[in-house]
Nanobody, 123 residues
Framework: QVQLVESGGGLVQAGGSLRLSCAASGRTISSYRMGWFRQAPGKEREFVARISTSGTITSYTDSVKGRFTISRDNAKNTVLLQMNSLKPEDTAVYYC????????????????WGQGTQVTVSS
C-alpha cells in the first residue's frame, strides 16, 4: 500500500512558477511508475506528466512541454513537478499517482492517488 500526499500548490500570477511535491509513504516508490494529473472544474482528469522508475524516461502532455519538469528522488520517496511560465489555463487541482505496472497516460489505470493540491493562476 502506498500513500501519496501532494503539497506546493497555491495562487500565482501568470508567468510565475510553482513546485509541486508528492511525498510517498508505506512503501518505497522506486519500483512505481509515477504521474501527475490535473482536473479543472467541470472537466475530466487529464494527464500532465509521467516518469519511469529510474527517472530516465519522462513524457508530458503537449500543453506543458517546455514549461513543466517532472523528476523523482527515490531515496527521499518523492516526486516533483516544477511548473514554470504558468498560464491561467493551468489552473486545476493537481494529483500525484502511482502504479507498479502501468506506463501510460490513462488515469483510470493508476492504482494509487493523492488527495490533490490546488493550483490557481491569475491573469
Amino acid at each position: 500500500q502506498v500513500q501519496l500526499v501532494e503539497s506546493g500548490g497555491g495562487l500565482v500570477q501568470a508567468g510565475g512558477s510553482l513546485r509541486l511535491s508528492c511525498a510517498a509513504s508505506g512503501r518505497t516508490i522506486s519500483s512505481y511508475r509515477m504521474g501527475w494529473f490535473r482536473q479543472a472544474p467541470g472537466k475530466e482528469r487529464e494527464f500532465v506528466a509521467r516518469i519511469s522508475t529510474s527517472g530516465t524516461i519522462t513524457s508530458y502532455t503537449d500543453s506543458v512541454k517546455g514549461r513543466f519538469t517532472i523528476s523523482r528522488d527515490n531515496a527521499k520517496n518523492t516526486v516533483l513537478l516544477q511548473m514554470n511560465s504558468l498560464k491561467p489555463e493551468d489552473t486545476a487541482v493537481y494529483y500525484c499517482a502511482a502504479d507498479v505496472m502501468y506506463t501510460g497516460r490513462d488515469p483510470r489505470n493508476y492504482h494509487y492517488w493523492g488527495q490533490g493540491t490546488q493550483v490557481t493562476v491569475s491573469s
